[in-house]
């Protein structure tokens, strides 16, 4: 079984900047595809980024498109989420998730294992 621990969160201005780690506990990161969710108060939990086990392909939700990018390094069994021009709006819990399914179609059921969570908060 796969552990995941997210860490990099905190508070920061509008428009500033954020990295997001995901640690793995074992060597077996690079069979997963992995991704990146948050969930804010009163919010279901929403679909954030994707990258494939090589690292090679990726996909983003609208909203943040542009502004995030997802990477992987499998010599180090984790992941990244760069969060730039950042607004109140991604305030959330960031979770990082993995799965067996491909990136491109995995649901936020198709994911195997998920972090506790890291705050994320926003201020204007």
């Known amino acids: 079984q796969v552990q995941l621990v997210e860490s990099g969160g905190g508070l920061v201005q509008a428009g500033g900047s954020l990295r997001l780690s995901c640690a793995a506990s074992?060597?077996?990161?690079?069979?997963?595809?992995m991704g990146w969710y948050r969930q804010a108060p009163g919010k279901e939990r929403e679909f954030v980024a994707a990258?494939?086990?090589?690292?090679?392909?990726?996909k983003y939700a609208d909203s943040v498109k542009g502004r995030f990018t997802i990477s992987r390094d499998n010599a180090k069994n984790t992941a990244y989420l760069q969060m730039n021009s950042l607004k109140p709006e991604d305030t959330a819990v960031y979770f990082c998730?993995?799965?067996?399914?491909?990136?491109?179609?995995?649901?936020?059921?198709?994911?195997?294992?998920w972090g506790q969570g890291t705050q994320v908060t926003v201020s204007s």
């Open positions: 998730a993995a799965t067996r399914e491909p990136y491109s179609r995995a649901r936020t059921a198709d994911y195997d294992y």
């Open positions: 990258i494939s086990w090589s690292g090679g392909r990726s």
């Open positions: 074992d060597g077996t990161f690079s069979r997963y595809d």
